[in-house]
């Protein structure tokens, strides 16, 4: 099994930044996607960002120019450090994983998720 920790989140100003942490623990696979999905109050979870094992990344176009996906391998760490946020970005944030090589970017494409972090962005 997969343990999948988040943490960074907090309550930030509009224009404000926040970097969020996701540690890692647990079987480890050759090729996997490590993903940030977000969900607002009454929303369905929609997906954020994306890094593959080789590092290769994709962003929801609402995170492209704002929010940076990155991972540190010998922490077994994926960040997200988002940038220039708006009360829109308001939700709380899950990391999740994906045992496969490509980019994944649907909710059920992923196998393993974390408890989530809250982001608060106040206007």
């Known amino acids: 099994q997969v343990q999948l920790v988040e943490s960074g989140g907090g309550l930030v100003q509009a224009g404000g930044s926040l970097r969020l942490s996701c540690a890692s623990s647990?079987?480890?696979?050759?090729?996997?996607?490590m993903g940030w999905f977000r969900q607002a109050p009454g929303k369905e979870r929609d997906f954020v960002a994306a890094?593959?094992?080789?590092?290769?990344?994709y962003y929801a176009d609402s995170a492209k120019g704002r929010f940076t996906i990155s991972r540190d391998t010998g922490k077994n760490t994926v960040y997200l450090q988002m940038n220039s946020l708006k009360p829109d970005d308001t939700a709380v944030y899950y990391c999740?994983?994906?045992?496969?090589?490509?980019?994944?970017?649907?909710?059920?494409?992923?196998?393993?998720w974390g408890q989530g972090t809250q982001v608060t962005v106040s206007s």
């Open positions: 999740a994983l994906a045992n496969t090589a490509g980019i994944r970017t649907t909710v059920p494409e992923y196998d393993y």
């Open positions: 647990g079987r480890a696979f050759a090729y996997y996607v």
């Open positions: 890094i593959s094992w080789n590092s290769y990344t």
